[in-house]
């Protein structure tokens, strides 16, 4: 069965500086890879996914993550954050198909002036 | 409707009581999911429906839970005897069920065992 990891529960960064979350997965089978972001006080939404094609996905509002087959990790980046990426941000994976989303623990994101 | 309905947003119960959740996902979406979200512990899966299919059950903590999705639309999540650890918000979201598309959560459901 698939699972997915994110060792860091917690990112403080400053504004405008650049940012990194982990996410590893495991599964033997190809698979679909998701980034989704809670915002204070908002249910959850999608921010990028990967299916197939370029491995390099983008976000509208400037992150991107890209999926690494041989390290089977999809890492959320952004080059310069700001105060309102404040969030909590959840790795999610899925087998493809008619198969559930399986998500991470994830990573608040803690954006300070 | 616009979008996943869940009611109730608030429940406090008693240990030992059971409890019904609802969800009401977005209409024509073949695809249902449950998850608990709790502190330290992100979100958790607990059952998927996919349109005829036999749910995946494979998250559900105990045989306290239980869900159903009656005509392939509402489901109800029961939980039996709460506990204490039962605290936490459970999560609805529905999607059109073709692999690889977005979930639209609903706002929870806040769970109170005292």
């Known amino acids: 069965a698939q699972s997915v990891t994110q060792l860091d529960s917690q990112v403080p960064v400053f504004e405008e500086a650049p940012v990194e979350l982990r996410c590893n997965y495991s599964s033997s089978v190809s698979v679909y890879l998701f980034w989704y972001v809670q915002y204070p006080n908002q249910g959850l939404q999608l921010l990028l996914k990967?299916?197939?094609?370029?491995?390099l996905v983008e976000s509208i509002n400037g992150f991107e993550a890209e999926f690494n087959k041989s390290q089977t990790s999809f890492h959320l980046r952004k080059p310069s954050v700001h105060i309102s990426d404040t969030a909590e941000y959840f790795c999610?994976?899925?087998?493809?198909?008619?198969?559930?989303?399986?998500f991470g623990t994830g990573t608040r994101l803690l954006v300070s002036p | 409707g616009a979008g996943v309905s869940q009611s109730p947003s608030n429940k406090v119960t008693e240990k030992g009581k059971d409890v019904e959740l609802r969800c009401d996902p977005i209409?024509?979406?073949?695809?249902l999911y449950w998850y608990r979200q709790s502190l330290g512990q992100g979100l958790e899966f607990l059952i998927y429906f996919q349109g005829n299919s036999a749910p995946d059950k494979s998250g559900l903590p105990s045989d306290r839970f239980s869900a159903e999705r009656t005509g392939g639309s509402v489901s109800t999540l029961t939980i039996q005897r709460t506990q204490q650890e039962d605290s936490a918000v459970y999560l609805c979201?529905?999607?059109?069920?073709?692999?690889?598309?977005?979930?639209?959560f609903g706002s929870g459901t806040q769970l109170s065992v005292l």
């Open positions: 990967y299916l197939s094609g370029s491995t």
């Open positions: 209409s024509g979406h073949t695809a």
């Open positions: 979201a529905s999607s059109s069920g073709t692999g690889g598309e977005k979930l639209f």
């Open positions: 999610a994976v899925s087998q493809g198909g008619f198969q559930k989303l399986v």
